[in-house]
């Protein structure tokens, strides 16, 4: 059985950058720029743990490539979202506690 990976392609009718890739809640963007020199960069941009990360390319097939991937994984929950400290989340579990709750483990 295989499954198939459906990352929707979006664009503003009349334009084609930024290119917007999702994948449920995941979204990754590709712009392009140019330098003064003339020189053409095609930028790969996300959130991962609270920042935004960014990546220049040489050609838009592999700034949407990458785009496509990264929409993956942060749907599916392979990328790092948030790093929370111990500290905070040792708090947070004993507010919880206070309330017959608890964060459910892996």
């Known amino acids: 059985m295989s499954t198939s990976i459906s990352v929707s392609e979006i664009t503003k009718p009349g334009e084609s950058w930024p290119v917007i890739m999702r994948k449920g809640h995941g979204e990754a963007r590709v ?3 140019e330098s003064a020199r003339g020189y053409v960069t095609f930028f790969c941009c996300w959130y991962e743990e609270g920042k935004r990360k960014r990546v220049g390319l ?3 097939e592999l700034a949407k490539q990458m785009a496509r ?13 948030v790093k929370v400290p111990l500290k905070d989340l040792l708090q947070v ?3 919880l506690s ?4 608890r964060i459910p483990r892996d």
């Open 93 to 95: 579990e004993a507010l």
């Open 58 to 60: 040489s050609s838009p």
């Open 98 to 101: 206070k309330l017959n709750l």
């Open 31 to 33: 712009y392009r720029s």
């Open 69 to 81: 991937q990264k929409a993956s994984e942060l749907s599916d929950g392979s990328a790092r979202l």
